[in-house]
């Protein structure tokens, strides 16, 4: 697990969807319904980027086929069977970290 300070600029509390990359992760990111949110950056329905979508009511939607999926837990509502990742944050002193996980190849093959 390797926590990575997410840019300030992209810290903007107006509801908008971005899409962030830092080291190791590409995501996106929005405040909703007071809290920031970080997700997967594709639909897994069809892959449209999600960056496009909207939130509304607890839930993102893809902007191509409206599915739709919880920002707590990343379930799909009943009957799409999918899901997205929601990424683990943090703050420390005003500043904001996501949870970017190692990838098992590049533990393996790592220089200790």
């Not at 300070?5 to 509390?13: D, F, S, T, V």
């Not at 971005?18 to 997967?40: D, I, K, N, Y």
């Not at 069977?81 to 533990?107: A, C, H, M």
Request: aromatic share 14%.
């Amino acid at each position: 697990m390797a926590w990575v300070e997410i840019p300030e600029r992209y810290m903007i509390a107006d509801g908008s969807i971005r899409q962030v990359s830092v080291p190791g992760l590409t995501f996106c990111l929005v405040f909703h319904e007071g809290s920031w949110v970080a997700f997967s950056k594709k639909c897994p329905h069809a892959g449209a980027p999600l960056e496009q979508g909207w939130c509304v009511a607890g839930f993102v939607v893809c902007a191509y086929h409206r599915q739709q999926f919880d920002l707590k837990t990343g379930k799909g509502i009943v009957g799409q069977g999918n899901y997205i990742t929601i990424y683990p944050l943090q703050v420390i002193e005003n500043k904001w970290y996501i949870d970017v996980k190692e990838s098992f190849l590049k533990r393996l093959f790592s220089r200790s």
